[in-house]
Protein backbone atom coordinates (compact mmCIF):
# COMPACT_ATOMS: atom_id res chain seq x y z
CA UNK A 1 0.00 0.00 0.00
CA UNK A 2 1.51 3.52 -1.27
CA UNK A 3 1.91 6.05 1.68
CA UNK A 4 -0.20 9.49 0.91
CA UNK A 5 2.72 11.47 0.74
CA UNK A 6 4.23 8.79 -2.12
CA UNK A 7 0.62 9.23 -4.10
CA UNK A 8 1.70 12.06 -7.38
CA UNK A 9 -0.48 15.60 -6.91
CA UNK A 10 -1.74 14.62 -3.42
CA UNK A 11 0.13 15.88 -1.01
CA UNK A 12 2.23 18.87 -1.82
CA UNK A 13 6.29 18.10 -0.43
CA UNK A 14 6.98 21.83 0.02
CA UNK A 15 3.85 21.82 2.25
CA UNK A 16 4.95 18.78 4.38
CA UNK A 17 7.99 20.26 5.41
CA UNK A 18 6.52 22.36 7.67
CA UNK A 19 4.38 19.50 9.08
CA UNK A 20 7.56 17.61 9.70
CA UNK A 21 9.13 20.61 11.05
CA UNK A 22 6.04 21.23 13.24
CA UNK A 23 5.94 17.43 14.16
CA UNK A 24 9.28 17.88 15.38
CA UNK A 25 9.17 20.82 17.76
CA UNK A 26 5.80 19.09 19.14
CA UNK A 27 8.32 16.87 19.76
CA UNK A 28 10.96 18.88 21.81
CA UNK A 29 8.60 21.02 23.34
CA UNK A 30 6.91 17.52 25.12
CA UNK A 31 10.19 16.30 26.08
CA UNK A 32 11.22 19.69 27.37
CA UNK A 33 7.94 19.52 29.68
CA UNK A 34 8.16 16.23 30.47
CA UNK A 35 11.68 16.56 31.86
CA UNK A 36 11.29 19.91 33.42
CA UNK A 37 8.36 18.80 36.02
CA UNK A 38 9.94 15.14 36.11
CA UNK A 39 13.47 15.99 37.15
CA UNK A 40 15.08 14.63 33.65
CA UNK A 41 13.20 11.11 34.46
CA UNK A 42 11.64 10.60 31.08
CA UNK A 43 9.06 7.49 30.65
CA UNK A 44 7.64 6.54 27.76
CA UNK A 45 4.61 7.38 29.17
CA UNK A 46 5.14 10.78 30.55
CA UNK A 47 6.98 11.41 27.53
CA UNK A 48 3.49 10.45 25.88
CA UNK A 49 1.14 12.24 28.10
CA UNK A 50 2.85 15.05 27.87
CA UNK A 51 3.08 14.82 23.80
CA UNK A 52 -0.70 14.26 24.19
CA UNK A 53 -0.94 17.41 26.19
CA UNK A 54 0.79 19.74 23.94
CA UNK A 55 -0.01 22.13 20.71
CA UNK A 56 -0.61 20.08 17.61
CA UNK A 57 -1.74 19.51 14.48
CA UNK A 58 -5.22 17.69 14.90
CA UNK A 59 -6.11 20.16 17.81
CA UNK A 60 -9.03 22.58 17.75
CA UNK A 61 -8.74 26.37 18.62
CA UNK A 62 -9.99 25.94 22.03
CA UNK A 63 -7.56 22.75 22.86
CA UNK A 64 -4.97 24.90 21.13
CA UNK A 65 -6.19 27.55 23.89
CA UNK A 66 -6.45 25.21 26.71
CA UNK A 67 -2.52 24.17 25.44
CA UNK A 68 -1.30 28.08 25.85
CA UNK A 69 -3.01 27.82 29.40
CA UNK A 70 -1.02 24.87 29.96
CA UNK A 71 2.48 26.10 28.79
CA UNK A 72 1.70 29.04 31.06
CA UNK A 73 0.63 27.11 34.06
CA UNK A 74 3.94 25.22 33.48
CA UNK A 75 5.75 27.64 33.40
CA UNK A 76 4.23 29.57 36.57
CA UNK A 77 4.79 25.63 37.99
CA UNK A 78 8.72 25.47 36.90
CA UNK A 79 9.31 29.19 38.70
CA UNK A 80 7.66 27.89 41.95
CA UNK A 81 9.80 24.89 42.16
CA UNK A 82 12.55 27.14 41.06
CA UNK A 83 12.13 29.43 43.96
CA UNK A 84 11.72 26.36 46.48
CA UNK A 85 14.84 25.04 45.73
CA UNK A 86 16.60 28.71 45.88
CA UNK A 87 15.26 29.11 48.90
CA UNK A 88 15.95 25.43 50.35
CA UNK A 89 19.22 25.45 51.20
CA UNK A 90 20.55 22.51 49.76
CA UNK A 91 23.94 21.79 48.32
CA UNK A 92 23.39 20.95 44.03
CA UNK A 93 23.87 17.68 44.83
CA UNK A 94 20.60 17.30 47.41
CA UNK A 95 19.04 18.19 44.55
CA UNK A 96 17.62 15.12 43.33
CA UNK A 97 16.05 13.83 46.22
CA UNK A 98 14.75 17.34 47.24
CA UNK A 99 13.26 17.61 44.10
CA UNK A 100 11.60 14.11 44.93
CA UNK A 101 10.52 15.26 48.04
CA UNK A 102 9.16 18.54 46.64
CA UNK A 103 6.82 16.45 44.56
CA UNK A 104 5.76 13.99 46.56
CA UNK A 105 2.15 13.32 47.85
CA UNK A 106 1.92 13.92 51.68
CA UNK A 107 -0.95 14.06 54.01
CA UNK A 108 -2.73 17.50 55.28
CA UNK A 109 -5.72 19.05 56.98
CA UNK A 110 -8.47 20.35 54.39
CA UNK A 111 -11.91 21.02 55.80
CA UNK A 112 -11.37 18.95 58.95
CA UNK A 113 -10.26 16.28 57.15
CA UNK A 114 -7.17 14.42 56.06
CA UNK A 115 -6.29 14.73 52.32
CA UNK A 116 -3.23 13.81 50.63
CA UNK A 117 -1.81 16.47 47.67
CA UNK A 118 0.95 17.08 46.31
CA UNK A 119 3.03 19.81 43.85
CA UNK A 120 0.80 19.98 40.71
CA UNK A 121 1.39 21.45 37.94
CA UNK A 122 -1.91 20.84 36.53
CA UNK A 123 -2.78 23.47 39.78
CA UNK A 124 -1.53 26.24 38.40
CA UNK A 125 -2.97 25.19 34.27
CA UNK A 126 -6.28 26.01 36.52
CA UNK A 127 -4.99 29.23 37.65
CA UNK A 128 -4.60 30.29 34.04
CA UNK A 129 -7.61 28.92 32.71
CA UNK A 130 -10.77 30.98 32.39
CA UNK A 131 -14.12 29.65 34.73
CA UNK A 132 -15.76 27.53 32.02
CA UNK A 133 -12.18 25.95 30.90
CA UNK A 134 -11.54 25.61 34.64
CA UNK A 135 -15.21 23.58 35.15
CA UNK A 136 -14.47 21.33 31.71
CA UNK A 137 -11.09 20.69 32.69
CA UNK A 138 -11.86 19.23 36.21
CA UNK A 139 -14.91 17.26 34.71
CA UNK A 140 -12.84 15.84 32.13
CA UNK A 141 -9.38 15.17 34.18
CA UNK A 142 -11.67 12.46 36.69
CA UNK A 143 -8.76 13.00 39.32
CA UNK A 144 -10.44 13.51 43.11
CA UNK A 145 -7.01 15.14 44.29
CA UNK A 146 -6.68 17.63 41.64
CA UNK A 147 -9.19 20.09 43.62
CA UNK A 148 -7.37 19.44 46.65
CA UNK A 149 -3.52 19.87 45.21
CA UNK A 150 -5.01 22.91 43.59
CA UNK A 151 -6.37 24.32 47.19
CA UNK A 152 -3.01 23.35 48.44
CA UNK A 153 -0.86 25.12 46.15
CA UNK A 154 -3.02 28.23 47.39
CA UNK A 155 -2.75 27.41 50.75
CA UNK A 156 1.33 27.62 50.27
CA UNK A 157 1.01 31.10 48.80
CA UNK A 158 2.03 29.75 45.26
CA UNK A 159 -1.13 30.59 43.25
CA UNK A 160 -3.09 33.74 44.42
CA UNK A 161 -6.86 32.54 44.67
Request: hydrophobic share 40%; charged share 20%; aromatic share 8%.
Amino acid sequence: MARLAEIPGLIDPEKMKGVSAMDAMEKAMANFQSQAMRGMISTNAGLAQTIAGSPHMELSKGGLEANVHQLQGTLLAQGVMSNAWQSSGKTPDQFKQWQKDFIAPHKVEMGGKEVTVQFDPRAFWLKKMSVPERREFLKSANDPNLAHNYQYAVDQGWIAK
